[in-house]
């Protein structure tokens, strides 16, 4: 059974309950989900209950997912979404620690360029589009040669070798925006030595069996990882490859409307604590949210008109221009002065309603908590990457 590939051993565990299958599977793959989890969470102990977390979705969703997924690239993104909400309640802490840590290592000259895009990879892997992101997993977590990658992927080697090169430029840019620049060949060399560590021993072992017991057998925060990963799953699942969106914008003289792409209503227990916002970068419209929010809580200007579209930077631009002249500011000097304080009463938000107009945009109307009041706001997708494009109260 060791020779099957990949869709052969889910199809045997999905149709036929094999644990045999579900356990080799298991073990092919808990060094590359346990890595990952450990690279986001610093710390072991949590770093094995996201793995754990991580198979036993597998495991409950085996049945409906398509056979020619690429598993790897499939436990990476399930990975990221379950650390992700490990540190939801710390991730602010956590962000301003990792960037310390970048400058202190970007400050030493012999600085090892592993060391400082590490922090970042699986955030910057799980933003990738999914042809992007199994391209990288294949040819670099794994190590597969580009004609093996092509047939996983349904392509020549050639463009095996296109797709890894398009998708490594995207890390490189990524990295590059938040100070870490290097090159397409280091960050593909530095991935390939580095990204996969051993997992503990009797980990594979532990995760086969709380995982083929669907989370029966799990700890009580192990169940809280999976039931809040599954949540972020179920926001990010959508027909045309986007995930819906969640902004407040704090400009009452905006007037374009927020639109952001989703299959169903969300209820009001969708809310977004203040304490959560954080920065998540742009590939996706509540990554974009979550670094608007977290530009504001910061008064960072720079990163407030980062997060905002083309169309949104000229509003502000023309809005405040007299008052710009006045206090003699740039404008992101003057969005960092003037933004925060109007969402000093914000507690959080919460989803009342949503609808799409088209692939690259989407209406929602939020309720900023705390102030008890409405927004409707717009997302857009600019490129690659989706940005705050308006609110109108």
């Known amino acids: 059974m060791r020779q099957w590939n990949d869709a052969d051993l889910l199809s045997a565990y999905a149709n036929r309950q094999s644990e045999e299958a579900f356990g080799v599977l298991v073990e092919r793959y808990v060094a590359l989900v346990y890595s990952a989890a450990l690279r986001q969470v610093q710390n072991p102990h949590l770093a094995e209950e996201v793995t754990q977390a991580a198979f036993t979705i597998l495991a409950q969703k085996a049945r409906g997912l398509n056979k020619r997924m690429v598993v790897s690239g499939w ?38 360029v592993w060391q400082r895009f590490a922090p970042l990879l699986d955030e910057a892997v799980a933003q990738l589009n999914e042809a992007d992101r199994n391209a990288v997993v294949l040819r670099f977590y794994e190590k597969k040669p580009l004609n093996e990658v092509g047939a996983i992927l349904g392509i020549d080697a050639d463009a095996a070798q296109k797709r890894v090169s398009r998708a490594l430029e995207k890390l490189r840019n990524f990295f590059a925006k938040r100070g870490v620049d290097s090159t397409t060949a280091a960050i593909a060399e530095n991935i390939s030595a580095h990204s996969i560590q051993a997992a503990p021993v009797a980990l594979a072992k532990s995760v086969t069996v709380v995982a083929l017991a669907k989370g029966a057998a799990a700890s009580t925060s192990t169940l809280t990882l999976i039931k809040g990963a599954l949540k972020i799953m179920a926001w990010t699942k959508l027909k045309t490859g986007i995930i819906s969106a969640i902004i407040v914008v704090g400009v009452a003289t905006t007037t374009t409307t927020l639109v952001i792409q989703h299959q169903h209503h969300l209820a009001s227990q969708n809310d977004f604590s203040r304490a959560a916002w954080a920065f998540s970068g742009y590939g996706e419209p509540k990554s974009a949210m979550m670094s608007f929010l977290w530009a504001i809580r910061q008064a960072d200007g720079q990163q407030i008109l980062a997060a905002c579209s083309p169309g949104l930077q000229q509003t502000f631009q023309k809005h405040f221009q007299e008052q710009m002249r006045a206090s003699g500011k740039t404008l992101g000097e003057f969005l960092a002065q003037d933004t925060p304080p109007r969402f000093s009463t914000t507690t959080g938000i919460r989803i009342l309603e949503q609808k799409s107009d088209s692939e690259d945009q989407i209406t929602l109307r939020l309720l900023a908590l705390g102030e008890q009041k409405e927004h409707r706001i717009t997302v857009k997708k600019i490129g690659e990457e989706w940005k705050v494009d308006g609110v109108m109260d």
Request: net charge negative; proline share 3%; with cysteine.
């Open 75 to 112: 436990l990476c993104r399930t990975a990221h979404f379950v650390a992700r909400n490990a540190l939801k309640t710390e991730f602010r802490r956590q962000y301003r620690e990792t960037e310390a840590h970048m400058q202190s290592l970007n400050d030493e000259p012999e600085a090892e």
